[in-house]
């Protein structure tokens, strides 16, 4: 990259509480976040717990007018618009970019330009609450069986007429557009679990080719939704281990079952190295590269060589020009599929070739759950915090780490941070992955 | 793979020849829905196009188009089918290129919903206070939905199946932006190319939200036509005084996009060449477009500037004309802003009055119209303009194609919830 882009702003809401801070502590002091499903009742589901995000003040920090609007707005925003904006709004004032007075009629970010300011969300399908359906499903059947005739007369005058706008995908970018009145190039990449990279990969490449000053890239993702817990237990993608809910997800440890679903979303903000410090912003990184690849072994598993793997890990070190020897850790997805999982420590090990026995490899799963499109960008945010340790910290609930994942697994205890050279992956299932290599700044 | 036609050649010349490719609706039982009429893709038998096709049982049909689509754009550039078992397709292509830097970027829409499963789950849990009981949900919904049906629906099945289907392993993404997704996904897969990340990228769009919930979704935002039910191709009506809104169409277009020595060395036959992209936010509001059309007029701009290219030298647009009272006005406005005292001058026309709002393969789908336009220099129609509306009062090439000289041109796609992405296509001069 031409230019050089910079990390200013972080955002982070995971089931470890608002900020990187919290993801930080709690991966530190290995305390699960994970635990029973309160968001709905999980009782005639296999999985029943989750990662779930505590309370959270949707407004904290926002102008009035901001306020209002996320306020006004809540009924037509899904749980996963709800904590991606909130995400991109923490990253936003973490930058220290001053707000401008509502009252004088002064933009919100007076000192950027509106127009060459972009964001890139990292989202999902949105499955519809059942709450919403319950009436007009009700109204449809008038007694007796279903029918779309029934439908058609009686349901959809049930339903609520913002209905469709509260799931589109690409509502997180709309709102947030709105309310930060980022006019710049705009995104929502559908790429699952690899979605919140792939949007810091593109929000770089815009940057780069100089379509836009300030970006931000966000990933976001609400899993605990009966519809995804539908899915994830009919897919035979999650762990039933509900009684050991603080234990229950397993990175990369032999007795693995499948991922605990999560919530959670993660930003941050990105501009010219140059632009940052002519404000003297805090600087927390430095993004050196990033890559993406695919699966090509079929739509619902992952390449046993690891190969989509090592092709995003590949192309994020040479974008960055960094040498795998020189990475101080690798942050990886380690969802705890086994299939997923696998697929990873295999590409790890063939991208990073012989320093694949010496970089230490975490995973912050364990704590969390996946929290799907919000992964690799929380990983990273929680990262420029620990960093400030000089340690890798170790993977919660990798107790009998698998004997045949070929690198460096850290467990039990954290193990040092030997350079500033970070390297975070994920992989979807049946799906796209992508990889993004940082320089962390310690000297902020 | 659209309304108009199974093929490239089939679709273009319906195009032109005035045909509509709304019908009553005969994807499922539409008959009570306020709207009842869009633009249906026929039903097709996808084993010409795939080494499996019963490994696509559950797959949406947004998958089977693009399956369909994408073969279609793989052969047109020269590469063989794909004869082997599965992984063994792309070394046996002709040219010899690596995988590795053959990627995907689609405009990409949600699978089907199955609906009738999800509302009898829900049927099913429903309690005396009309909230639903996730315990009853889940008993049936668990029994019923199938495992595959339920994976199809997320939005990156299409491009995940490409990568498998063909091998491709170099960078993959999957984009959303309602109706601006394929537009956008052509604009950047054009970058990865010039950043050196990819040789080859399979590009374009497929979607379709022909059913249920689709249609009920937009019905209640009465952003879809519903009149006149008898003489549905009448009912997208772009720039027309009684427009009232848009027709939902369904389809895929794919284009092989590659790096122009990459294409010259293997001889490879150029339809065109991606000049310039431009992408913005109308950051204004949820439902409504900025009133003097900033953001697309922003797209507009940037895609002029990517290209190097005055706007006296855009021969054609195409627009976005989805035939809503508020997109048609404001677009207007904004190729104003941009355009000058030439906007009045260049045509402009909006396929969607024959095609219907293919929503996320809408702009591929348009891009491609305006490589044939190139290539046979005519512009299409916009049809059923009967009666210009006066604040449209710009050369929508009303009800008739026309020949006229065509070497660059534009496509505006503005998506719902305020993305906008303009691209701009030229002749390939060598």
């Given at each position: 990259?031409?230019?050089?882009?910079?990390?200013?702003?972080?955002?982070?809401?995971?089931?470890?509480?608002?900020?990187?801070?919290?993801?930080?502590?709690?991966?530190?002091?290995?305390?699960?976040?994970?635990?029973?499903?309160?968001?709905?009742?999980?009782?005639?589901?296999?999985?029943?717990?989750?990662?779930?995000?505590?309370?959270?003040?949707?407004?904290?920090?926002?102008?009035?007018?901001?306020?209002?609007?996320?306020?006004?707005?809540?009924?037509?925003?899904?749980?996963?618009?709800?904590?991606?904006?909130?995400?991109?709004?923490?990253?936003?004032?973490?930058?220290?970019?001053?707000?401008?007075?509502?009252?004088?009629?002064?933009?919100?970010?007076?000192?950027?330009?509106?127009?060459?300011?972009?964001?890139?969300?990292?989202?999902?399908?949105?499955?519809?609450?059942?709450?919403?359906?319950?009436?007009?499903?009700?109204?449809?059947?008038?007694?007796?069986?279903?029918?779309?005739?029934?439908?058609?007369?009686?349901?959809?005058?049930?339903?609520?007429?913002?209905?469709?706008?509260?799931?589109?995908?690409?509502?997180?970018?709309?709102?947030?557009?709105?309310?930060?009145?980022?006019?710049?190039?705009?995104?929502?990449?559908?790429?699952?679990?690899?979605?919140g990279l792939i949007a810091l990969d593109e929000a770089c490449r815009i940057l780069a080719r100089g379509d836009a000053d300030t970006m931000l890239a966000c990933g976001g993702e609400c899993r605990v939704s009966p519809v995804v817990v539908l899915r994830c237990c009919l897919l035979d993608?999650?762990?039933?281990?509900?009684?050991?809910?603080?234990?229950?997800?397993?990175?990369?440890?032999?007795?693995?079952?499948?991922?605990?679903?999560?919530?959670?979303?993660?930003?941050?903000?990105?501009?010219?190295?140059?632009?940052?410090?002519?404000?003297?912003?805090?600087?927390?990184?430095?993004?050196?590269?990033?890559?993406?690849?695919?699966?090509?072994?079929?739509?619902?598993?992952?390449?046993?060589?690891?190969?989509?793997?090592?092709?995003?890990?590949?192309?994020?070190?040479?974008?960055?020009?960094?040498?795998?020897?020189?990475?101080?850790?690798?942050?990886?997805?380690?969802?705890?599929?086994?299939?997923?999982?696998?697929?990873?420590?295999?590409?790890?090990?063939?991208?990073?070739?012989?320093?694949?026995?010496?970089?230490?490899?975490?995973?912050?799963?364990?704590?969390?759950?996946?929290?799907?499109?919000?992964?690799?960008?929380?990983?990273?945010?929680?990262?420029?915090?620990?960093?400030?340790?000089?340690?890798?910290?170790?993977?919660?609930?990798?107790?009998?780490?698998?004997?045949?994942?070929?690198?460096?697994?850290?467990?039990?205890?954290?193990?040092?941070?030997?350079?500033?050279?970070?390297?975070?992956?994920?992989?979807?299932?049946?799906?796209?992955?992508?990889?993004?290599?940082?320089?962390?700044?310690?000297?902020? | 793979?659209?309304?108009?036609?199974?093929?490239?050649?089939?679709?273009?010349?319906?195009?032109?020849?005035?045909?509509?490719?709304?019908?009553?609706?005969?994807?499922?039982?539409?008959?009570?829905?306020?709207?009842?009429?869009?633009?249906?893709?026929?039903?097709?038998?996808?084993?010409?196009?795939?080494?499996?096709?019963?490994?696509?049982?559950?797959?949406?049909?947004?998958?089977?188009?693009?399956?369909?689509?994408?073969?279609?754009?793989?052969?047109?550039?020269?590469?063989?089918?794909?004869?082997?078992?599965?992984?063994?397709?792309?070394?046996?292509?002709?040219?010899?290129?690596?995988?590795?830097?053959?990627?995907?970027?689609?405009?990409?829409?949600?699978?089907?919903?199955?609906?009738?499963?999800?509302?009898?789950?829900?049927?099913?849990?429903?309690?005396?206070?009309?909230?639903?009981?996730?315990?009853?949900?889940?008993?049936?919904?668990?029994?019923?939905?199938?495992?595959?049906?339920?994976?199809?629906?997320?939005?990156?099945?299409?491009?995940?199946?490409?990568?498998?289907?063909?091998?491709?392993?170099?960078?993959?993404?999957?984009?959303?932006?309602?109706?601006?997704?394929?537009?956008?996904?052509?604009?950047?897969?054009?970058?990865?190319?010039?950043?050196?990340?990819?040789?080859?990228?399979?590009?374009?769009?497929?979607?379709?939200?022909?059913?249920?919930?689709?249609?009920?979704?937009?019905?209640?935002?009465?952003?879809?036509?519903?009149?006149?039910?008898?003489?549905?191709?009448?009912?997208?009506?772009?720039?027309?005084?009684?427009?009232?809104?848009?027709?939902?169409?369904?389809?895929?277009?794919?284009?092989?996009?590659?790096?122009?020595?990459?294409?010259?060395?293997?001889?490879?036959?150029?339809?065109?060449?991606?000049?310039?992209?431009?992408?913005?936010?109308?950051?204004?509001?949820?439902?409504?477009?900025?009133?003097?059309?900033?953001?697309?007029?922003?797209?507009?701009?940037?895609?002029?500037?990517?290209?190097?290219?005055?706007?006296?030298?855009?021969?054609?647009?195409?627009?976005?004309?989805?035939?809503?009272?508020?997109?048609?006005?404001?677009?207007?406005?904004?190729?104003?802003?941009?355009?000058?005292?030439?906007?009045?001058?260049?045509?402009?026309?909006?396929?969607?009055?024959?095609?219907?709002?293919?929503?996320?393969?809408?702009?591929?789908?348009?891009?491609?119209?305006?490589?044939?336009?190139?290539?046979?220099?005519?512009?299409?129609?916009?049809?059923?303009?009967?009666?210009?509306?006066?604040?449209?009062?710009?050369?929508?090439?009303?009800?008739?194609?026309?020949?006229?000289?065509?070497?660059?041109?534009?496509?505006?796609?503005?998506?719902?919830?305020?993305?906008?992405?303009?691209?701009?296509?030229?002749?390939?001069?060598?």
């Amino acid at each position: 990259m031409d230019r050089r882009i910079v990390i200013t702003g972080m955002g982070l809401l995971s089931p470890a509480g608002d900020g990187p801070e919290a993801l930080a502590e709690a991966v530190r002091n290995g305390r699960s976040a994970v635990g029973p499903i309160t968001r709905f009742d999980p009782a005639g589901f296999p999985s029943r717990i989750a990662g779930e995000v505590p309370e959270f003040d949707p407004v904290e920090g926002l102008r009035k007018d901001q306020g209002r609007y996320v306020k006004k707005n809540a009924k037509v925003m899904a749980r996963d618009i709800q904590l991606a904006i909130a995400a991109a709004a923490r990253a936003i004032l973490d930058t220290g970019l001053p707000l401008g007075d509502a009252k004088a009629g002064e933009p919100v970010l007076p000192t950027i330009d509106h127009a060459r300011f972009g964001m890139i969300f990292g989202t999902s399908f949105l499955p519809t609450e059942l709450d919403d359906l319950a009436v007009p499903v009700q109204a449809a059947r008038a007694g007796g069986e279903f029918s779309l005739a029934g439908w058609g007369e009686h349901g959809i005058p049930q339903m609520f007429p913002l209905w469709l706008l509260k799931y589109l995908p690409n509502m997180h970018a709309c709102h947030a557009g709105i309310l930060w009145d980022a006019q710049g190039p705009s995104n929502s990449l559908t790429c699952s679990d690899a979605g919140g990279l792939i949007a810091l990969d593109e929000a770089c490449r815009i940057l780069a080719r100089g379509d836009a000053d300030t970006m931000l890239a966000c990933g976001g993702e609400c899993r605990v939704s009966p519809v995804v817990v539908l899915r994830c237990c009919l897919l035979d993608r999650v762990t039933t281990s509900n009684d050991e809910a603080a234990s229950a997800c397993r990175p990369f440890d032999e007795a693995r079952q499948g991922w605990v679903v999560a919530e959670g979303a993660a930003a941050l903000m990105l501009e010219p190295l140059d632009a940052a410090q002519a404000r003297g912003a805090t600087v927390y990184g430095e993004v050196l590269g990033t890559g993406v690849g695919t699966t090509t072994a079929g739509v619902n598993t992952c390449d046993e060589d690891g190969r989509s793997v090592a092709a995003a890990v590949g192309r994020a070190l040479q974008a960055a020009g960094v040498d795998p020897s020189d990475l101080g850790a690798v942050l990886a997805h380690g969802p705890a599929l086994d299939v997923q999982d696998r697929s990873e420590t295999a590409g790890l090990a063939s991208a990073l070739g012989p320093a694949a026995r010496q970089v230490p490899v975490t995973a912050t799963k364990g704590v969390t759950g996946n929290m799907g499109a919000a992964s690799g960008l929380a990983d990273l945010a929680a990262m420029l915090v620990l960093a400030e340790d000089g340690q890798v910290p170790p993977i919660l609930n990798c107790d009998r780490p698998d004997t045949e994942a070929g690198v460096n697994l850290v467990t039990g205890g954290p193990q040092p941070l030997a350079s500033d050279h970070i390297l975070a992956t994920t992989n979807a299932i049946g799906g796209q992955t992508a990889a993004a290599v940082i320089r962390v700044n310690r000297q902020r | 793979m659209n309304p108009l036609g199974p093929t490239v050649e089939e679709s273009w010349q319906n195009l032109l020849a005035g045909k509509s490719g709304i019908r009553p609706i005969f994807i499922f039982e539409a008959s009570t829905f306020p709207t009842t009429f869009a633009a249906q893709v026929p039903d097709f038998d996808l084993s010409p196009y795939v080494r499996d096709a019963a490994a696509f049982e559950q797959a949406g049909r947004n998958v089977r188009f693009a399956m369909a689509a994408a073969r279609m754009a793989i052969e047109d550039a020269g590469f063989a089918a794909h004869t082997g078992p599965y992984g063994g397709v792309l070394p046996r292509m002709a040219g010899g290129f690596d995988p590795a830097r053959f990627g995907i970027y689609l405009g990409s829409g949600e699978g089907i919903v199955d609906f009738i499963t999800l509302v009898t789950a829900i049927a099913n849990g429903t309690r005396a206070d009309n909230t639903v009981s996730t315990v009853g949900f889940a008993e049936t919904a668990l029994r019923q939905c199938n495992a595959m049906r339920e994976l199809e629906q997320e939005p990156n099945m299409p491009a995940n199946h490409l990568a498998c289907e063909y091998g491709l392993e170099g960078p993959a993404y999957s984009c959303l932006t309602a109706c601006a997704a394929s537009t956008q996904a052509i604009g950047e897969a054009a970058d990865l190319i010039r950043l050196g990340r990819a040789d080859l990228m399979l590009a374009g769009g497929t979607h379709s939200m022909i059913h249920p919930l689709g249609v009920t979704g937009f019905n209640l935002l009465t952003a879809i036509s519903t009149e006149p039910k008898a003489e549905p191709w009448r009912a997208s009506r772009p720039f027309d005084r009684g427009r009232a809104g848009f027709v939902l169409g369904e389809g895929s277009t794919m284009l092989v996009l590659e790096e122009l020595e990459h294409a010259r060395a293997r001889g490879a036959k150029i339809w065109g060449e991606i000049a310039g992209y431009g992408s913005s936010a109308d950051a204004y509001r949820m439902t409504d477009i900025h009133p003097e059309g900033r953001g697309p007029a922003a797209s507009m701009q940037m895609a002029l500037e990517k290209a190097g290219l005055r706007p006296e030298e855009i021969d054609y647009i195409s627009a976005h004309g989805t035939g809503t009272t508020e997109n048609d006005k404001v677009e207007t406005l904004a190729v104003k802003l941009v355009f000058g005292e030439y906007a009045c001058k260049v045509p402009i026309s909006s396929v969607k009055s024959q095609l219907g709002h293919l929503i996320a393969a809408a702009g591929a789908t348009e891009l491609m119209t305006c490589i044939l336009a190139i290539r046979d220099q005519i512009v299409p129609a916009t049809m059923n303009l009967d009666d210009p509306d006066p604040l449209c009062d710009l050369d929508y090439v009303p009800n008739t194609p026309r020949k006229t000289p065509v070497e660059v041109c534009m496509s505006n796609s503005f998506g719902f919830g305020g993305q906008n992405d303009s691209l701009v296509v030229r002749r390939f001069v060598p």
